[in-house]
């Protein structure tokens, strides 16, 4: 499994980003997909999770109605929408992928990509 992310760039505060992910391997649709971030100077720490066939999300509370993950089967694709960003969300973020991880958890999660720098600043 490889995972490509992209989307990341410079935005201003209240502004919107949409990261792609997308999974090269086979059964995209038994993986767990999930987005983790690392700040400056900050551990890795999750974002959001959604199962195989995106009937279930899990956020953090601190994306929480903001930010929305989704995935297409069909294109073996990935995504965060991320809404009304704030300087706090200026990370790399990283997807994520793993048959079943312990969601929350980045060392349940097998394969990760190479991360994306999200920048949030006026």
């Known amino acids: 499994v490889q995972l490509q992310a992209s989307g990341g760039g410079l935005v201003q505060p209240g502004e919107s980003l949409r990261l792609s992910c997308e999974f090269s391997?086979?059964?995209?649709?038994?993986?767990?997909m999930a987005w983790f971030r690392q700040g400056p100077n900050k551990e890795r720490e999750f974002v959001a999770a959604?199962?195989?066939?995106?009937?279930?999300?899990m956020y953090a509370d601190s994306v929480k109605g903001r930010w929305t993950a989704s995935r297409d089967n069909a294109k073996n694709m990935a995504y965060l929408q991320m809404n009304s960003l704030k300087p706090e969300d200026t990370a790399v973020y990283f997807c994520?992928?793993?048959?079943?991880?312990?969601?929350?958890?980045?060392?349940?999660?097998?394969?990760w990509g190479q991360g994306t720098l999200v920048t949030v600043s006026s």
């Open positions: 994520a992928a793993d048959p079943r991880p312990l969601w929350m958890v980045p060392t349940s999660y097998t394969s």
């Open positions: 391997g086979r059964s995209f649709s038994t993986y767990v």
């Open positions: 959604i199962t195989w066939n995106g009937d279930s999300v």
